[in-house]
C-alpha cells in the first residue's frame, strides 16, 4: 500500500509564492511520472505540470514562466514552485504519481488561496 502526502498550500496575496510538496511512502517499487493538477470550485480538474522518472517536464499554458515543476527521486517526492500567484490560480491542488506496478493515484489535496 502507498501513501501520497500533499503540503505547503495556504493563503497568499497575489504575486506571492508557494511551493508545494508531495511524498510517496509505502510499498513503492518504481514510479514512473509524477505530476500536479488542479481544480477550481465549478470546474474540471486540469494539468498543471508533470515531470516523467527522467526529469522531462510539461507545463500547462497557464503556468509557464511562473510555475517550476522538480522531482527527488532519492526521496519519492515531487514540488511544484509557484511564483507571481494570481487570484485564477486559486484551487485545490492534487498530486498524481504513476506507480510502475499499481497504476496512477492521487493525494489528498491541498488548498491554495491567493487573495489579497
Known amino acids: 500500500q502507498v501513501e501520497l502526502v500533499e503540503s505547503g498550500g495556504g493563503l497568499v496575496q497575489p504575486g506571492g509564492s508557494l511551493r508545494l510538496s508531495c511524498a510517496a511512502s509505502?510499498?513503492?517499487?518504481?514510479?514512473?511520472?509524477m505530476g500536479w493538477y488542479r481544480q477550481a470550485p465549478g470546474k474540471q480538474r486540469e494539468l498543471v505540470a508533470r515531470?516523467?522518472?527522467?526529469?522531462?517536464?510539461i507545463y500547462a499554458d497557464f503556468v509557464k514562466g511562473r510555475f517550476t515543476i522538480s522531482r527527488d527521486n532519492a526521496k519519492n517526492t515531487v514540488y511544484l514552485q509557484m511564483n507571481s500567484l494570481k487570484p485564477e490560480d486559486t484551487a485545490i491542488y492534487y498530486c498524481?504519481?504513476?506507480?510502475?506496478?499499481?497504476?496512477?493515484?492521487w493525494g489528498q489535496g491541498t488548498q491554495v488561496t491567493v487573495s489579497s
Open positions: 498524481n504519481t504513476n506507480f510502475q506496478d499499481i497504476g496512477t493515484r
Open positions: 509505502g510499498s513503492i517499487f518504481s514510479i514512473n511520472a
Open positions: 515531470i516523467s522518472r527522467g526529469g522531462t517536464k
